[in-house]
Every structure is written in structure tokens, then in C-alpha cells.
């Protein structure tokens, strides 16, 4: 199957604004909220903008695979694969903050080929096509300069996902090495460091619909995204990842790595 990257980006496009719709709708609301089995936050909202994607999925390219985070799916080497995370940040639209994002990605072959964030209450939309760079509203997304870990602005969703890990000696480390650490943002930090406004998110026990969506953005700005060795994220990555705009910086991040978490033996 020959993929039309310029119409597969238009249907990412409308996949956004449909499930922006959904969350725009609910947004500041009273919603009942549900546990999943790994304890984090679900509610009618996710839900909604999920079957929305997936009903115009189905409608506009249905020889094409779904993954989603509420309704699952799997991973076909046969044909494209769209990979949804219809709210990333579920914790933060709850608490009514404007932090969270709705991200996606396409498949070929088990790359990513596109890959979308957007915050649908501020209007911030990056969109990523392999080979064709990064755009943020619209406009050419670039990442910035940065030559040393100690100038870098470093970001993470939350310090909680590394304590009691053997993360928790590199996140310690990274915070007296960066030049200061912000939270929270979910795929928005990513998208940020996209255009410019970090250098380097660290994050760990994401799924393929948290990391997969961001990974074209990163690098079709000029960054680096990968695992704690320096793979790159696929399907079946772990989940650990390491996002920055200078590669200066992502290797002396991996140098702590090799360091800190150096396996026994």
C-alpha cells in the first residue's frame, strides 16, 4: 500500500479537530472519573474523542490499522497503522488545566512516518511528516541550540515517575546538572523542545501511543528521541525515553545513563 503523505496529513488534521471538539466540550466540567487497571485516570471525555477519530478513521482510510489507548488495537507490518492518544494529560484536563494534548501518530512498516500534537483550548498545533520537517501553527519549528547538559532547559511530566525506580539516581542527577527542570505538559513538553522552547525531556513507563506520536516531531526538528540505550522507539520500545534538541546534550545524557544505570556485572 503507497501512503499519500500529503492526504494522510489532512485526516490527522480532522482527526485533531474532532477529538479538540470533544475536549473543548468537557473541559472545565463535572466528569465522573474511572481507574484503569494501572490506577490512571479515565473519563468520558477520553472515551468520546477516541470513538470520534476512529468512526472518521474508518470512514476516510479504513484499509488503515488503529491503536488507540482507550480501545487498543495491534500493530500490522501490512498495511499503516494510526496510533491514538486522544487526551494526553488526563490528570491535567481533570484539574482544568490548559497542559494537556491530544497526539497521534501514522505507521509504516513500524516507523513512524507523522506525527501530531495539539492543545486544542490554546490553538497549538504541531504537525510532522518524515522528510518534510516539523511545523508549529503553521510555520517552520526548529530546535534551539543548546552545547552543554548545564545550559539546558529540561523538562519531565512528572518527578514522581522516577522515584523509587532505578530512574530515581538519574533524574536526581539530571536536576543538579540542568540549568533548571519544569513539569508537567505530557507530549506538550515534546512539542515544545520541537520549537525550540527546551532542550531535553526525560520520561519513563510511557506506552507506544504516549511516545510514538512525538517521535516524528522531535526529529523532523532537528532532535534526538530515543531509548536509554540510544535505539530508536518503536512499537515495542520499553518505554523509557530521552528527547533533545542538541545532540550534545542527548550524549551527555546518555553518558549519565551509561553511568548511573550501568547493569550489574
Same mark, same amino acid.
Given at each position: ?21 470533544v475536549l473543548r466540550r468537557h473541559f472545565r466540567t463535572s466528569l465522573a472519573v474511572e481507574s484503569k487497571a494501572d490506577r490512571s485516570p479515565v473519563? &468520558?471525555?477520553?472515551? $468520546? ?17 488503529? /491503536? ?16 491514538? %492518544?486522544?487526551? %494526553? *494529560? ?11 494534548? !491530544? ?14 500534537? %495539539? ?7 504541531? !504537525?510532522? /511528516? &518524515? *522528510? @518534510?520537517?516539523?511545523?508549529?501553527? *503553521?510555520?517552520?519549528? &526548529?530546535?534551539?541550540?543548546?552545547? @552543554? ?14 522515584? %523509587? ?9 539530571? @536536576? ?11 507530549? !506538550? ?11 531535553? /525531556? =526525560? ?12 517521535? #516524528?516531531?522531535?526529529? $523532523? ?26 545532540? @550534545? =546534550? ?6 549519565? /545513563?551509561?553511568? !548511573?544505570?550501568? #547493569?550489574?556485572?
Amino acid at each position: 500500500m503507497s501512503l499519500d503523505l500529503d492526504r494522510c496529513a489532512e485526516v490527522a488534521g480532522e482527526l485533531a479537530d474532532l477529538a479538540g471538539a470533544v475536549l473543548r466540550r468537557h473541559f472545565r466540567t463535572s466528569l465522573a472519573v474511572e481507574s484503569k487497571a494501572d490506577r490512571s485516570p479515565v473519563s &468520558r471525555a477520553d472515551r $468520546e474523542a477516541e470513538r470520534a477519530m476512529r468512526a472518521h478513521l474508518a470512514r476516510v482510510l479504513p484499509d488503515h490499522a488503529v /491503536v488507540g489507548e482507550e480501545f487498543g488495537g495491534t500493530f500490522p507490518e501490512d498495511r499503516p497503522v494510526w496510533v491514538l %492518544d486522544p487526551l %494526553d *494529560g488526563t490528570r491535567a484536563f481533570l484539574a482544568g488545566r490548559p497542559t494537556f494534548g !491530544i497526539a497521534l501518530a501514522l505507521l509504516e512498516k513500524g516507523r513512524p512516518v507523522l506525527g501530531l500534537v %495539539d492543545q486544542p483550548i490554546t490553538g497549538d498545533r504541531w !504537525i510532522a /511528516v &518524515r *522528510g @518534510r520537517g516539523c511545523r508549529f501553527r *503553521g510555520v517552520p519549528a &526548529r530546535t534551539r541550540p543548546c552545547p @552543554r547538559l548545564a545550559a539546558a532547559v529540561a523538562s519531565t511530566t512528572s518527578p514522581e515517575m522516577f522515584l %523509587d525506580s532505578p530512574w530515581e539516581g538519574l533524574y536526581h542527577a539530571l @536536576r543538579r546538572r540542568v540549568r533548571f527542570f519544569v513539569y508537567g505538559g505530557d507530549c !506538550i513538553g515534546y512539542a515544545l523542545l520541537a520549537a525550540g522552547f527546551a532542550d531535553l /525531556v =526525560v520520561e519513563r513507563e510511557l506506552a507506544p501511543h504516549d511516545f510514538l506520536p512525538l517521535v #516524528p516531531l522531535v526529529e $523532523e526538528a532537528g532532535g534526538l528521541v530515543t531509548d536509554l540505550a540510544g535505539a530508536p522507539l518503536g512499537p515495542a520500545s520499553a518505554g523509557e525515553v530521552v528527547a533533545a534538541g542538541d545532540a @550534545r =546534550v542527548h550524549a551527555e545524557v546518555l553518558a549519565l /545513563v551509561r553511568t !548511573i544505570l550501568r #547493569p550489574a556485572g
